[in-house]
């Protein structure tokens, strides 16, 4: 009797195990190794925003690569569901939205299909703009460089966001 209160005892105040998210990443149906896997709390489009006109980056909870056979774990502290980025060299980006715990995700990646936008205003180029693409799957950041250029891989019909410390401004162009 002793034995079993001393080992209930230890099971209550034994740390819970973190969680993880596991599949595999596929692209033209093979494998795909060395993508990047990246968790992200979700935001809505409100919360994306503000964040991005506040000039904040996004808080990534956890990060992985993919193996040669395209498998990933990618451990999370929590439970919930979580926005799953994914980046691989000659494929476009790839979002999901993933239950961590679970075990069987599978994200296939499509073709890359980039485009070179510049980005200006009446006063000149946009050097240094953030900008957040809002695309059907899911939500794109990246910057402008010191000529206000910037190159997106394809994403559909997508809105636009652009932020700077002096201006703020937003539209919406079919990138193709």
Known sequence: MKRMAVTLVLLLVAPAAAASIRGTVVGGGEAVANAKISAYTIESEKETIARVV??????????????????????????????????????????????????????????????????????????????????????????ADDRGELTLDELGEATMLCSLATASSTWTPALR
């Open 54 to 143: 506040a000039n904040r980056s996004r808080v990534v909870l956890a990060t992985t690569m993919s193996a040669a056979d395209g498998a990933f774990t990618l451990p999370i502290d929590g439970a919930g569901c979580v926005a799953v980025h994914v980046e691989a060299a000659t494929f476009a980006p790839s979002f999901a939205e993933a239950v961590v715990g679970d075990g069987d995700v599978l994200i296939s990646l499509a073709p890359k299909r980039s485009g070179q936008i510049t980005l200006r205003s009446p006063a000149g180029p946009l050097a240094g703009a953030r900008v957040a693409v809002f695309a059907r799957d899911g939500v794109v950041e990246t910057a």
